[in-house]
């Protein structure tokens, strides 16, 4: 029953700056693990980012010091500040939400927004 909508997506230019936003549909933020994911053109779905409930965050290696991502309950939404975009970071950008529970594991995405970095 969970939802999660993307925004913030775009063209921009090398070296630029982008700031994604996931809008949840209820307060998931607290029990939930939140993640970005990226698929680029011919490739498989790679983790990008991830944030726990605790705040604890990691990132792939290749957006490490360039991507940040963090969360407001309030407001329940997740976001992914990208800074020093490059090329190779042109791809549809995915939230994620994962919970596993008593063994069973509850999974959630939204429908992806796109980003094109090209000069």
């Known amino acids: 029953q969970v939802q999660l909508v993307e925004s913030g997506g775009g063209l921009v230019q090398p070296g630029g700056s982008l700031r994604l936003s996931c809008v949840a549909s209820?307060?998931?933020?607290?029990?939930?693990?939140m993640a970005w994911y990226r698929q680029a053109p011919g490739k498989q779905r790679e983790l990008v980012a991830v944030?726990?409930?605790?705040?604890?965050?990691d990132y792939a290696d290749s957006v490490k010091g360039r991507f940040t991502i963090s969360g407001d309950t309030a407001k329940c939404t997740v976001y992914l500040q990208m800074n020093s975009l490059e090329p190779e970071d042109t791809a549809v950008y995915f939230c994620?939400?994962?919970?596993?529970?008593?063994?069973?594991?509850?999974?959630?995405w939204g429908q992806g927004t796109q980003v094109t970095v090209s000069s």
């Open positions: 994620n939400a994962n919970q596993t529970w008593l063994g069973d594991e509850y999974d959630y």
């Open positions: 209820s307060g998931i933020l607290s029990i939930y693990t």
């Open positions: 944030i726990s409930s605790g705040g604890q965050t």
